[in-house]
Nanobody, 115 residues
């Protein structure tokens, strides 16, 4: 069983910053990608950022220049650094990993940005 665990959400004022963490409970060798998605109130889940093992990173246009994604291989941990937060960034943020060709989701962490 692959477990994906997020942390770091919370309440922040517009313009502020938060860093989300995600840890995957499996060895690095079979992880193809780790990334973040979010689902705002009344909205569909949408892509935010991803790191491809052996490749690069990709960010949604809506967060480029404000968010960054990084990874610590030894810890199977991925960080999502979120700066210049806006009220429209309010959402539940989900970590996603592709392990041996199968996708796994975390339970999500709430991020609320007040205006």
């Amino acid at each position: 069983q692959v477990q994906v665990t997020e942390s770091g959400g919370g309440l922040v004022q517009a313009g502020g910053s938060l860093r989300l963490s995600c840890v995957v409970s499996r060895t690095t060798g079979h992880i193809s990608a780790i990334g973040w998605y979010r689902q705002g109130p009344g909205k569909q889940r949408e892509f935010v950022a991803i790191i491809i093992t052996g490749g690069g990173t990709n960010l949604a246009d809506s967060v480029k220049g404000r968010f960054s994604i990084s990874r610590e291989n030894a810890e199977n941990m991925v960080y999502l650094q979120m700066n210049s937060l806006k009220p429209e960034d309010t959402a539940v943020y989900y970590c996603y990993t592709l392990y041996r060709g199968t996708g796994y989701w975390g339970q999500g962490t709430q991020v609320t940005v007040s205006s």
